[in-house]
């Protein structure tokens, strides 16, 4: 899968991070880096070994930080991290940000979400 996600940690840190402790994440960098994975993939550019599902994760793990981050990830075993092509096209979705410009857009609305899948 390719998935970004907020950091934190709603309990016990079994991941790094500190317990119970959420951090900071602008909601449309998630948007625009989802969007930018999305894009991509439907470019058909990449040679892809494998047929990954593009997805919005939920906040599970660390580090700790006081800076607002997000988590853009390839997943989620050995074999899928060694998909160079998987990796070129997360970095690309990471390099086709704009981060002068692209978290501003007036039809957009942040919204917190709780729950299992």
């Not at 625009?32 to 939920?58: D, F, M, P, R, W």
Request: net charge negative.
């Amino acid at each position: 899968s390719f998935t970004v996600h907020p950091v934190g940690n709603f309990s016990q840190p079994m991941f790094g991070g500190k317990e119970s402790t959420l951090v900071n994440c602008n909601s449309f960098l998630l948007k625009h880096l989802l969007l930018n994975i999305q894009n991509l993939v439907a470019s058909e550019k990449y040679g892809l070994t494998y047929n990954y599902e593009v997805s919005l994760e939920v906040t599970h793990h660390g580090p700790f930080t006081t800076n607002s981050v997000a988590f853009i990830e390839v997943g989620s075993s050995m074999d899928q991290w060694q998909d160079l092509e998987a990796c070129h096209l997360i970095a690309d979705a990471v390099n086709n940000m704009d981060f002068r410009h692209d978290f501003i857009d007036n039809d957009w609305k942040s919204v917190v979400g709780f729950g299992g899948l």
